[in-house]
Each structure stands twice: as structure tokens, then as C-alpha cells.
């Protein structure tokens, strides 16, 4: 063991404890050539935190079906086609766990750190996430936006997780697979960790800050 550099670690869920829920996945029904647009109008500037309708259900103002709504008129109004549903409607949302990170969390456990959650999430997704892992067993807390009426990157909900789980921001690292929300744990102290798709880079930089690898 190497002295440690922190004590808490707070994870995001999409992208981070689950290999999916990127931003890139809003996108993958429609063409490639509409792709990036199709994604700016499911959840616009997602560095922003404003008056965009999915910023709004992430912070638990509007349901899921008013956020569909007015998706499905933004799409309209840009000339994009709705594809299809496959056959038996809509999928169901379901988070896959990222068992690289799993196998981090409970290391991590082990060694008696602080773990946390802070996920910027909707109502509708909460039964699917909750059901990847053993969440109110691993984590000794959970910040989901609309639950709480805030969400990422406003540095309010940084400092409401650190508050809840009693850490310090030097002793915290917080994992995100969105750059401007990790940006945003910086601004308040706290030590980003980018999550890219293959997670491997991220996993180390934490174990290393967590005294686990020199």
C-alpha cells in the first residue's frame, strides 16, 4: 500500500458503473448523418445546465413522456424521421454493468474508502439502474438529479454529495464519462477522473490515488 491521496470516491452511473448510457446511445436508431443533431436535440448543450427539456427532466421539472413530446416536435421541425419501434413498442431501458468498475468498487470497498453515487437521472430510469448492482449496500450515499432538483455540472451538487458523504474535496475523486461535468468537480476541489470507453486509464488513475498501485 502506497500512502493515499484520497478517502471518497464518487461515481457516476451511465457510461461509468454502466458500459452504456452515454450520450452517444440517444443517437443510434437514426442515420449516422444526422447523428450529432439528433443528439443535440435530445439533450442539447450538456455543459450547460439550463432550460433544455432533457436538462429540465434530469432535475425531475417535466416527465419522461412531456421530455418525448417535445423531442418528437424538435425532430419534426428539423425534418428528421422517427424510425420505427422495433416490434413490441419501445424498448425498455436497461443499464449493463461495466465490470471493470464493479471489480474497482469493491476493491475499493475493501480497503474502507468512501464511496459514493452522483448520477444525473430521470424518475422513469430509477427501477432500471437501481436493479445493476446492490447500490444502498456498495455506497454509503446517492445524489440522483431529480431527486434533489439539481444536476451536472452545477457545482451545488458537487458540494450536496460531498456534504452527505462528510468528505473533504482534496480527498475526493469523482468519475464522470462527460469531460464538463469533471471540469465541474474540479472547479470545487474535488479530483476528476475522465472515464473514456474503455475505462482501464481511469480505474488506474483512481487506484493510484487511492494508494492501491504506486
Same mark, same amino acid.
Not at 457516476?12 to 443535440?40: C, I, K, M, Y
Not at 418528437?72 to 422517427?82: D, F, H, P, S, Y
Not at 452522483?118 to 424518475?123: D, G, K, Q, R, S
Not at 438529479?145 to 482534496?170: C, D, M, T, Y
Given at each position: 500500500?502506497?500512502p ?6 464518487i461515481?457516476?452511473?451511465?457510461g ?8 452517444s ?27 433544455h ?16 413530446a ?15 419501434p ?5 424498448p ?7 465490470e471493470?468498475?464493479?471489480? +474497482?468498487?469493491? %476493491? ?6 468512501r464511496?459514493? &453515487?452522483? =448520477? *444525473?437521472?430521470? !424518475? ?8 445493476m ?24 451538487i ?6 452527505r +458523504?462528510?468528505? %473533504? ?8 464519462? &462527460?469531460? =464538463? *461535468?469533471?471540469? !465541474? ?8 477522473v ?6 482501464a ?14
Amino acid at each position: 500500500m502506497q500512502p493515499a491521496d484520497i478517502d471518497t470516491v464518487i461515481f457516476d452511473v451511465g457510461g461509468v458503473l454502466a458500459s452504456n448510457g452515454r450520450h452517444s446511445d440517444f443517437a443510434r436508431r437514426f442515420p449516422p448523418e444526422v447523428a450529432e443533431q439528433v443528439t443535440r436535440i435530445f439533450v442539447g448543450d450538456y455543459g450547460d445546465d439550463g432550460d433544455h427539456p432533457w436538462h429540465r427532466l434530469e432535475r425531475g421539472e417535466i416527465t419522461l413522456a412531456e421530455n418525448r413530446a417535445l423531442n418528437r416536435a424538435a425532430l419534426a421541425a428539423a425534418g428528421i424521421e422517427i424510425p420505427a419501434p422495433p416490434p413490441g413498442g419501445a424498448p425498455v431501458i436497461s443499464f449493463t454493468p461495466c465490470e471493470p468498475m464493479v471489480a +474497482l468498487v469493491k %476493491e475499493l470497498r475493501e480497503h474502507e474508502l468512501r464511496l459514493g &453515487v452522483l =448520477t *444525473n437521472n430521470v !424518475a422513469e430510469f430509477r427501477d432500471s439502474w437501481r436493479a445493476m448492482m446492490p447500490f444502498d449496500e456498495w455506497f454509503d450515499d446517492i445524489v440522483d438529479s431529480h431527486e434533489v432538483g439539481l444536476r451536472k455540472p452545477n457545482p451545488a451538487i458537487f458540494q450536496l454529495a460531498l456534504a452527505r +458523504l462528510g468528505a %473533504e474535496a482534496e480527498r475526493t475523486a469523482f468519475l464522470d464519462d &462527460v469531460a =464538463t *461535468n469533471v471540469r !465541474a468537480a474540479e472547479s470545487v476541489g474535488i479530483r476528476g477522473v475522465w472515464v473514456e470507453e474503455d475505462p482501464a486509464t481511469a480505474i488506474e488513475a483512481v487506484r493510484r490515488l487511492a494508494g492501491l498501485i504506486a
